[in-house]
Nanobody, 112 residues
Framework: VQLQASGGGLVQAGGSLRLSCAAS????????MNWYRQGSGKQRELVAS???????TYAASVKGRFTISRENAKNTVYLQMNSLKPEDTAVYYC???????WGQGTQVTVSS
């Protein structure tokens, strides 16, 4: 499996970013997908999940601000992040549920 996350960057508090993660080497449409993040000195945490049927769940800290979605035709999962806060600063990773592989993440930095 290969996972390529992109779309990170530097944004001011209150701003928005859209992350993308292109997957290959799997039958994307039948897999549940997750977004994780890891801030400096912090443990990696699950941010959002989407099942193969499109059902979504979110961490309490991002609910109402982040939206996970998927486009099976492009083997891509997205994370729309709105109303960003400095505490959202982290490296963001996508992951196939049940697969141990971690691809390279994308850095998100939110300035106050």
């Amino acid at each position: 499996v290969q996972l390529q996350a992109s779309g990170g960057g530097l944004v001011q508090a209150g701003g928005s970013l859209r992350l993308s993660c292109a997957a290959s080497g799997i039958i994307f449409s039948i897999n549940d997908m997750n977004w994780y993040r890891q801030g400096s000195g912090k443990q990696r945490e699950l941010v959002a999940s989407i099942t193969n049927f499109g059902s979504t769940t979110y961490a309490a800290s991002v609910k109402g601000r982040f939206t996970i979605s998927r486009e099976n035709a492009k083997n891509t999962v997205y994370l729309q992040m709105n109303s960003l806060k400095p505490e959202d600063t982290a490296v963001y990773y996508c992951k196939v549920r049940g697969n141990p592989y971690w691809g390279q993440g994308t850095q998100v930095t939110v300035s106050s």
